[in-house]
T-cell receptor, first 113, second 113 residues
């Protein structure tokens, strides 16, 4: 069982909908990440939060809005998505400082109609 | 071009055979991570390598880091069907802070019983 929990596991939404993806970890990690993974491709980094502050934004379109309410929670708010945004969205967390492995959740499979 | 090149892209082996997967970086490696992914699921952390010449083992999987060649190899001994999946190498390429991690394209391993 993964120690990073993502909900929902699957999400189907229309292009005009607003939805949120949620990620939770209780390992005391202070860095959290969102990745997007298309089929047969490696994960691509979207956002990084360090100590609840956004530290990396990889030029992600504004229709994706991350939020880190506290050190255990990470949200990704979705609005007006496009069909090409359909993908597996992965959350990860790690300790901060130096090389530390990232631990991943099982992902949310997102389909945009 | 990909910053991390993995080879081979796919591999089909008979159960019980040994195999090796390679990961080569076009940039200085500050840390190298190996992950395994089952289709549509999250990434499972296998091993982290930091120093040149470092070698780590977990059960039947061994990973080595050649810092001079900016290359890592993952070796599986006596493969089993449970080893099947996608193996991804990830690396911190900008600094020893691993927040900005990049992944190779992955190697898809099939083990035939």
């Amino acid at each position: 069982d993964t120690e990073v929990t993502q909900t929902p596991k699957h999400l189907v939404m229309g292009m005009t909908n607003k939805k949120s993806l949620k990620c939770e970890q209780h390992m005391g990690h202070r860095a959290m990440y969102w990745y997007k993974q298309k089929a047969k491709k490696p994960p691509e980094l979207m956002f990084v939060y360090s100590y609840e502050k956004l530290s990396i934004n990889e030029s992600v379109p504004s229709r994706f809005s991350p939020e880190c309410p506290n050190s255990s929670l990470l949200n990704l708010h979705l609005h007006a998505l496009q069909p090409e945004d359909s993908a597996l969205y992965l959350c990860a967390s790690s300790q901060t400082g130096g090389n530390q492995p990232q631990h991943f959740g099982d992902g949310t499979r997102l389909s945009i109609l | 071009s990909q910053e991390l090149e993995q080879s081979p892209q796919s591999l089909i082996v008979q159960e019980g055979k040994n195999l090796t997967i390679n990961c080569t970086s076009s940039k200085t490696l500050y840390g190298l991570y190996w992950y395994k992914q089952k289709y549509g699921e999250g990434l499972i952390f296998l091993m982290m390598l930091q120093k040149g010449g470092e070698e780590k083992s977990h059960e039947k999987i061994t990973a080595k880091l050649d810092e001079k060649k900016q290359q890592s190899s993952l070796h599986i001994t006596a493969s089993q069907p449970s080893h099947a999946g996608i193996y991804l190498c990830g690396a911190a390429l900008l600094s020893y802070n691993n927040n900005d991690m990049r992944f190779g394209a992955g190697t898809r391993l099939t083990v035939k019983p």
